[in-house]
């Protein structure tokens, strides 16, 4: 079974303003900016009781969270579930037929080994399994 949620996607045009409406009305605070160019995105970290939210700003107009903005609006974007020995999920759901996006771990913007899948496979909403290796999934 999945470990638990490990953080929520939430596509911003300004992470700079999205982050001054958590602040005022949530109190919480931004623990670390960072950009990750493969993917687009430059990625502030919220942390949110077990969970961590992640802003993603676009970068430039390739991103795939540009793309997303420019067709549905800023909002939730992805819903990312810490599992144990993500190779092997990708090879099982790889056979069952799930379509993967990522069919090799890579490097997310916390540096573990992440992979999303397909919308279309996933009942309309982007997946993303997270790897990690030394931490409960509320170890944030
Ligand atoms: N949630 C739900 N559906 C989504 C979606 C999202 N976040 N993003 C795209 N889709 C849907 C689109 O609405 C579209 O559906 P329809 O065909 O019914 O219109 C379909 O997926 C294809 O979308 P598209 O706009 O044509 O875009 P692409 O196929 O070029 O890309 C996707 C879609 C999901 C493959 C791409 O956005 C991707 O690879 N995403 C994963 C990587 C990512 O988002 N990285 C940023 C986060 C970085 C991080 O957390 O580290």
């Given at each position: 079974k999945?470990?638990?949620?490990?953080?929520?996607?939430?596509?911003?045009?300004?992470?700079?303003e999205?982050?001054?409406?958590?602040?005022?009305?949530?109190?919480l605070?931004?623990?670390?900016?960072?950009?990750?160019?493969?993917?687009?995105?430059?990625?502030?970290?919220?942390?949110?009781?077990?969970?961590?939210?992640?802003?993603?700003?676009?970068?430039?107009?390739?991103?795939?969270?540009?793309?997303?903005?420019?067709?549905?609006?800023?909002?939730?974007?992805?819903?990312?579930?810490?599992?144990?020995?993500?190779?092997?999920r990708?090879?099982?759901?790889?056979r069952?037929?799930?379509q993967?996006i990522?069919?090799?771990?890579?490097?997310?913007?916390?540096?573990?080994?992440i992979?999303?899948?397909?919308?279309?496979?996933?009942?309309?909403s982007?997946?993303?399994?997270v790897?990690?290796?030394?931490e409960?999934?509320?170890?944030?």
């Amino acid at each position: 079974k999945p470990r638990g949620v490990d953080h929520i996607g939430i596509a911003v045009t300004s992470i700079d303003e999205a982050a001054s409406f958590y602040r005022s009305h949530f109190q919480l605070d931004i623990q670390d900016v960072v950009e990750v160019p493969e993917q687009g995105v430059r990625v502030a970290f919220l942390p949110l009781g077990s969970v961590t939210l992640e802003l993603l700003e676009p970068l430039g107009e390739n991103s795939p969270v540009q793309k997303f903005i420019d067709k549905k609006g800023p909002g939730l974007h992805h819903l990312a579930i810490a599992v144990e020995d993500l190779q092997d999920r990708l090879t099982q759901m790889k056979r069952s037929g799930v379509q993967l996006i990522d069919e090799e771990p890579k490097t997310g913007a916390q540096g573990h080994p992440i992979a999303f899948l397909h919308p279309k496979s996933t009942h309309g909403s982007l997946l993303e399994l997270v790897e990690r290796k030394d931490e409960s999934a509320d170890g944030h």
